[in-house]
């Protein structure tokens, strides 16, 4: 069933989440990113980075947007679209242990879930159609992805939350702390396989440039 019908407001965090499955395609392969976003403000509450869209991906980022809201008494409404990921077993079984509430758009109409499309839409925008990533791994791929979604909670300022971050926003109204972040500190990375591992100071220091060059942009949305 719809629950949503295309209403992404949220007057609460943890009102309605939202997810779905992108992919980008680099010289050196493909990534898959699954995200889970709050209406409420457009936090993305967890997410996983991999090389296939696959089970595992939907479902490690399922548990931990689980975890946000294990030791309290929020039911999230939880939209995505009729994909397979979102049919299988090991999903439906974590929705009904959490007893979150399923959501689910109409065949083929993406417009159903349209504001977790104008995430990836955002996203791809600012950091990823503008450079080749010819000289980029998939692991450095990954954490610059990583390093992006931290940004967008942390510092990426919205028009609609008052010119501040979702971060800023919550701790404005005293919903969040300055050391209570409900999102994973480290990306939540599955079917890398054996690939070998460069050195994280590389990861981590074109991941901060990049953050830091869209930082100057100042740039705002409406979600």
Known sequence: ??????????ATPNEKWLTDITEFHIPAG?????????????????????????????????????????????????????????????WLTRMGDAKLIRSMSRKGCSPDNSACEGFFGRL???LFYSRSWQAT???????????????YNEKRIKISLGSLSPLEYRQSLGLMTQTSPTFPPHPQV????SAPTPNASVWLNTATLLVVALGMANVCAEY
């Open 30 to 90: 493909k990534v898959y990113l699954s995200p889970m976003i709050d209406c409420f403000d457009g936090m993305v509450i967890s997410w996983s980075i991999g090389t296939r869209p696959d089970a595992k991906l939907v479902n490690t980022m399922l548990d931990a947007a689980i975890e946000t809201v294990a030791n309290c008494d929020d039911l999230p409404v939880v939209h995505s679209d009729r994909g397979a990921h979102y049919r299988w077993p090991g």
């Open 1 to 10: 069933e719809n629950i949503i019908n295309r209403d992404f407001h949220a």
């Open 124 to 126: 791809k925008n600012e």
């Open 137 to 151: 791994t998939i692991e450095q791929f990954i954490e610059i992805v990583d390093s992006y979604i931290h940004w």
């Open 190 to 193: 599955v079917n890398i396989g």
